[in-house]
């Protein structure tokens, strides 16, 4: 097992003026064109209620600041944290929330094309908002969504082969009676998951919107994708193997080396760059 830490200091990859002026949960990947392209939550008035369309930023290395490009995805109703899949054949699907889940297709990243997404047996409540797809080895799909389960922050799990037929196979994470931070919502946010050699490695934030969280992104570790345990709070159950002074981050890969990113509202003081997303170099230490 690895540890991840941040082994440097935060620096602005992509800061919107025309389209907003803060960038929240995000979506940060290489195009099939070489160019890294990120999809933001964002607004000018902020708040959840306002977020209506996504800031989009592009640049041809994580060590330049994006280019901001066009507002995405107005629809006329909210959009909440964007994950963007490619595949194989070289189109995008980007899955965005609040409930129920919502798909758009793209083969250039400017036109965006709304789709039909299914999510079978799903149980009410499991699947508010920030969604993250990944990709097995047998090239099968794992999403990841945060909600509620019996009134409690969770992790829903669910599987598909082609990106549009989803079914839900259970919770990857779960929160016990002991779980620390109790709120309607759930606390759970923005989940993301890296796999390296045999582990895979869920980062999620873990917050209620208080200052005091709004920056505490826990690290959960296991061998199996589809279950990373019960949370209560680190004194049993699933314990995380690290906690990161990061909000709804993304981990990437660049030239060897690893990258998470950390943004969020206005008004919180200890923000890295206020309005921005930040990046930071990854490094992991064997346990």
Same mark, same amino acid.
């Given at each position: 097992?690895?540890?991840?830490?941040?082994?440097?200091?935060?620096?602005?990859?992509?800061?919107?003026?025309?389209?907003?002026?803060?960038?929240?949960?995000?979506?940060?990947?290489?195009?099939?064109?070489?160019?890294?392209?990120?999809?933001?939550?964002?607004?000018?008035?902020?708040?959840?209620?306002?977020?209506?369309?996504?800031?989009?930023?592009?640049?041809?290395?994580?060590?330049?600041?994006?280019?901001?490009?066009?507002?995405?995805?107005?629809?006329?109703?909210?959009?909440?944290?964007?994950?963007?899949?490619?595949?194989?054949?070289?189109?995008?699907?980007?899955?965005?929330?609040?409930?129920?889940?919502?798909?758009?297709?793209? !083969?250039?990243?400017?036109?965006?094309?709304?789709?039909?997404?299914?999510?079978?047996?799903?149980?009410?409540?499991?699947?508010?908002?920030?969604?993250?797809?990944?990709?097995?080895?047998?090239?099968?799909?794992?999403?990841?969504?945060?909600?509620?389960?019996?009134?409690?922050?969770?992790?829903?799990? !669910?599987?598909?082969?082609?990106?549009?037929?989803?079914?839900?196979?259970?919770?990857?994470?779960?929160?016990?009676?002991?779980?620390?931070?109790?709120?309607?919502?759930?606390?759970?946010?923005?989940?993301?998951?890296?796999?390296?050699?045999?582990?895979?490695?869920?980062?999620?934030?873990?917050?209620?919107?208080?200052?005091?969280?709004?920056?505490?992104?826990?690290?959960?570790?296991?061998?199996?994708?589809?279950?990373?345990?019960?949370?209560?709070?680190?004194?049993?159950?699933?314990?995380?193997?690290?906690?990161?002074?990061?909000?709804?981050?993304?981990?990437?890969?660049?030239?060897?080396?690893?990258?998470?990113?950390?943004?969020?509202?206005?008004?919180?003081?200890?923000?890295?760059?206020?309005?921005?997303?930040?990046?930071?170099?990854?490094?992991?230490?064997?346990?």
């Amino acid at each position: 097992m690895k540890i991840p830490y941040i082994s440097s200091n935060w620096r602005v990859l992509f800061k919107p003026y025309k389209t907003g002026n803060y960038i929240n949960d995000h979506s940060l990947f290489k195009a099939h064109d070489g160019n890294w392209h990120l999809f933001g939550i964002t607004s000018f008035k902020g708040g959840a209620t306002n977020e209506r369309y996504f800031a989009h930023g592009v640049s041809p290395s994580l060590l330049s600041e994006m280019k901001e490009e066009r507002q995405e995805i107005d629809r006329g109703s909210l959009a909440w944290a964007p994950c963007v899949i490619r595949t194989d054949g070289d189109y995008y699907y980007m899955f965005y929330g609040p409930s129920p889940t919502s798909l758009a297709v793209s !083969f250039d990243l400017y036109e965006w094309y709304n789709h039909t997404i299914t999510l079978k047996n799903e149980p009410l409540f499991s699947a508010h908002r920030d969604h993250f797809v990944l990709r097995l080895d047998d090239g099968s799909y794992l999403m990841y969504v945060v909600g509620t389960k019996d009134k409690r922050g969770c992790v829903s799990l !669910f599987s598909s082969s082609n990106l549009i037929d989803w079914e839900f196979e259970g919770y990857a994470l779960t929160s016990g009676d002991d779980a620390p931070l109790q709120c309607p919502w759930g606390p759970m946010e923005s989940p993301y998951v890296v796999k390296m050699d045999d582990y895979y490695y869920l980062f999620l934030t873990y917050t209620n919107c208080s200052p005091e969280s709004y920056h505490n992104t826990l690290v959960f570790a296991s061998k199996n994708p589809r279950s990373f345990g019960e949370y209560n709070g680190g004194n049993c159950g699933s314990v995380p193997i690290t906690t990161l002074f990061a909000h709804a981050p993304e981990v990437v890969l660049e030239n060897g080396q690893y990258y998470i990113t950390t943004c969020g509202w206005l008004g919180y003081d200890d923000v890295p760059n206020s309005g921005a997303v930040s990046i930071a170099t990854l490094d992991w230490i064997e346990k």
